[in-house]
T-cell receptor, first 114, second 111 residues
Framework: DGGITQSPKYLFRKEGQNVTLSCEQN?????MYWYRQDPGQGLRLIYY???????QKGDIAEGYSVSREKKESFPLTVTSAQKNPTAFYLC?????????????FGDGTRLSIL | SQQGEEDPQALSIQEGENATMNCSYK?????LQWYRQNSGRGLVHLIL?????REKHSGRLRVTLDTSKKSSSLLITASRAADTASYFC???????????FGTGTRLLVSP
């Protein structure tokens, strides 16, 4: 089955630690996205990538970094500079990054602070 | 602030009843999408309606769009317990290079 796989499902971060969230897709989609979801709020865009080796900042990129070395993979690193990282992180993809295309989502990673 | 705002924030109904949720947005759009999110899961795309369309159907879902009022509604007919989820609208505001999601409506369908 084609889809998006996020891992791990739950992740705990210690103070001063960087952690990396994995996102892999086998849909052959060009565009990939990272969103952050806080309780009672909608999704906020962290970073997006429309093609391999290229990515752009979203609305809340500070304290996060990404890479897009392969079409299938778009890992997100939450750095120690992100002072409030506790949230539900969602990865998504779409065929070509056009906004008239549906986005396909993974099942998320819940990040908490130890 | 968010481009899309859903109303109501929460809705509780019995199985078999219809559920209507609304989305308002602030600037002109090309398309509006509705997504469903089950608790602790990712979003699932339900339907996309273009700015030149007024109504669209998909199974038990009916979406309307009124661009003059900058609003959309999602109607779920003959609801089932499995429809319990949060529902989000997402717009592609002209001038923005991203989808903007609303805060969602939490729907509870009781057996």
């Amino acid at each position: 089955d084609g889809g998006i796989t996020q891992s791990p499902k739950y992740l705990f971060r210690k103070e001063g630690q960087n952690v990396t969230l994995s996102c892999e897709q086998n849909l052959n989609h060009d565009a990939m996205y990272w969103y952050r979801q806080d309780p009672g709020q909608g999704l906020r865009l962290i970073y997006y990538s429309q093609i391999v080796n290229d990515f752009q900042k979203g609305d809340i990129a500070e304290g996060y970094s990404v890479s897009r070395e392969k079409k299938e993979s778009f890992p997100l690193t939450v750095t120690s500079a992100q002072k409030n990282p506790t949230a539900f992180y969602l990865c998504a993809s779409s065929i070509q990054g056009q906004l008239n295309q549906p986005q396909h989502f993974g099942d998320g990673t819940r990040l908490s602070i130890l | 602030s968010q481009q899309g705002e859903e109303d109501p924030q929460a809705l509780s109904i019995q199985e078999g009843e219809n559920a209507t949720m609304n989305c308002s947005y602030k600037t002109s759009i090309n398309n509006l999408q509705w997504y469903r999110q089950n608790s602790g899961r990712g979003l699932v795309h339900l339907i996309l309606i273009r700015s030149n369309e007024r109504e669209k159907h998909s199974g038990r879902l009916r979406v309307t769009l009124d661009t003059s009022k900058k609003s959309s509604s999602l109607l779920i007919t003959a609801s089932r317990a499995a429809d319990t989820a949060s529902y989000f609208c997402a717009t592609d505001a002209r001038g923005f290079q991203k989808l903007v999601f609303g805060t969602g409506t939490r729907l509870l369908v009781s057996p």
